[in-house]
């Protein structure tokens, strides 16, 4: 009868819309959710019945379901924030997480380090990364980001690297007594190294032009630092020479003496490179590193690549999302690198809760790799992305989806009268 058929038409538009407006409500319960993207029901009619057969025309409609929910994969607005661990993402990626259910996926940044040092979630799910090796550089060796907590080891020197310029105008005229070296030598500046148990020494070096475009160069520390030395005497260490072009480049450089034996216990015999420059004879230009030209002897720059031991004072990320430490001897290593997940298809992600998705036969497997690459997006530090839900556009929603309920439930009160008629009828 076809005013039964109007009743389970009315039924199915009673069933569609309220779950039309538990997606509503849905999306206004998670404007402040992060990362959370607002999600639209989509309908489509039930098949409808032929009052012709298949000569098609002349059919009556059997009603209507929800054919999809699907998240509108717009990009949230992106807040700065004060948390070292707060990270957003501008762009299609998503954030890897693995715990006890496997491995999943989430826009949701807001992260924070357990008691065991890994970088977590909410719900204790691991943040996952690229690693590094013993050098600090990236490798794609994915695992779960945490942060040491022991003391990372000393570094002895190994090379000390030297800018100078030594003034040509001076005369090879004095000759160098180790007992009074500053008044005996043309030019004399200090430089930090290590040993192999991390600690500091003092080197001062003492420059003598010994021909035209020649210089002889030695590396003195206190007597008491040194195995055999006399305490508050300089004892020579290391030894070397410069030799120069006419036009004030450097042409060659050689180490004569080496005797680095600190006490303590430290490594017996250390090996430390000083370079001082790209010199002619080993290939380079001699344009980058120490110099003689007709001005005062002076130091530009120096570096050395020793360490004490040390332990982390502060954590940070930059926008490639490589987290850094930095370190109470001056060092700054980085730790690792958040890595990014790309879908072909992202509204088929399913929903486990918790801000995460897992990955479904229809959405593709992940395409996982480091921020800003194949369209994986970009992440920004200190930050985190909102809620894509505008409450404006979801009220306007909640009057229409209630409206057509209400329209829906008049079908049925309608068609339960002309029931009450029909059943009337008989009386």
Known sequence: ???????????????????????????????????????????????SKNLKGILGGNQIGRGVKVGAVNPILEQGNVDSTEKVTDLAILGDGYFVLRGSDGETYTRDGSFHFDREGYLVTNDNQRVQGFMTDEQGRIVNKMGDIKFPRALIPAKATTEVKLDLNLDSRVEPNKKFDPKDPYYTSHYSTGVEIFDSQGNKHLLTMFFNKIADRKWEWR???????????????????????????????????????????????????????FNFGDAIAEGGKGLDGTKQYGKESDMISWKQNGSAAGTITSLSFNDEGVLSAAYTNGETRDLAQVVLAKFENPEALFKLGNNRFRDSRDSGQAAIGQPNRAGRGKIYAKSLERSTVDLASQFVNLIQGQRNFQANAKTITTTDQLLEEVINLKR
């Open 219 to 273: 590396g003195m520390v206190d007597g008491k630092e040194v195995t055999g030395g006399k305490p508050g005497e300089l004892t020579e260490i290391v030894k070397g020479e410069l030799e120069f072009t006419v036009d004030g480049k450097l042409q060659s450089q050689k180490l004569t003496r080496s005797a680095i034996n600190f006490s303590g216990g430290a490594l017996q015999n250390q090996q430390i490179k």
């Open 1 to 47: 009868m076809s005013i039964l058929s109007s009743m389970y038409t009315g039924i199915s538009g009673l069933t569609a819309h309220g779950q039309a407006l538990g997606v509503t409500a849905d999306n206004i319960a998670n404007a402040a959710t992060t990362g959370f993207k607002a999600s639209r029901a989509e309908f489509q009619d039930i098949i």
